[in-house]
T-cell receptor, first 118, second 113 residues
């Protein structure tokens, strides 16, 4: 398809397990973002890639969260030793923005992965 | 810092009623402003945007004007339809190198026939 694809759509894990969430951005999009959306809240920024380079990871809530984009396309968000507070929808977005000021390129969002930690 | 304050919902309107969802922001520099919409069971979609003061974004009958003097970007529609029922998010991009988005908490709109 032409949009951002995320998998799995739903993930249930027990506390303490590791999880991996996948994002396939729109082909050719340079920029890729991960956001976390808690129930009833707006999405909050986690991390940003420009091609394979992770340029901003200031939003990652702890060192249990790790993201990669090794070939500048598909990205994986990994959460180690999950906790109940990690339960949220994880959104991936991509854009053709190439960095610098005053970009008008919109972000295109996937449908998200709903993560539930028991 | 950057933040967005959005009118809390839920909002329930009758079909053909006038809609306003308030949004104010705090930002460093000159942000771009956005409204995103999330229909039931779907992902976030860009509804409209404005990139500088006094710009008006519009789409599908919705409008919002970038007001720098009041730091606002209120969403309006003259006549809502049942199909407009969704959650609406106001957001800003602070125009740094990442251009990541800062979102409000969302407003759930329900339009009844």
């Amino acid at each position: 398809g032409a949009g951002v694809s995320q998998s799995p759509r739903y993930k249930v894990a027990k506390r303490g397990q590791d999880v991996a969430l996948r994002c396939d951005p729109i082909s050719g999009h340079v920029s890729l973002f991960w956001y976390q959306q808690a129930l009833g809240q707006g999405p909050e920024f986690l991390t940003y890639f420009q091609n394979e380079a992770q340029l901003d990871k200031s939003g990652l809530p702890s060192d249990r969260f790790f993201a990669e984009r090794p070939e500048g396309s598909v990205s994986t968000l990994k959460i180690q030793r999950t906790q109940q507070e990690d339960s949220a929808v994880y959104l991936c977005a991509s854009s053709s923005h190439r960095g610098g000021f005053f970009s008008n390129q919109p972000q295109h969002f996937g449908d998200g992965t709903r993560l539930s930690i028991l | 810092g950057n933040s967005v304050t959005q009118m809390e919902g839920p909002v329930t309107l009758s079909e053909e009623a006038f809609l306003t969802i308030n949004c104010t922001y705090t930002a460093t520099g000159y942000p771009s402003l956005f409204w995103y919409v999330q229909y039931p069971g779907e992902g976030l979609q860009l509804l409209l945007k404005a990139t500088k003061a006094d710009d008006k974004g519009s789409n599908k009958g919705f409008e919002a004007t970038y007001r720098k003097e009041t730091t606002s970007f209120h969403l309006e529609k003259g006549s809502v339809q049942v199909s407009d029922s969704a959650v609406y998010f106001c957001a800003l991009s602070d125009q740094t190198g990442a251009n990541n988005l800062f979102f409000g908490t969302g407003t759930r709109l329900t339009v009844i026939p």
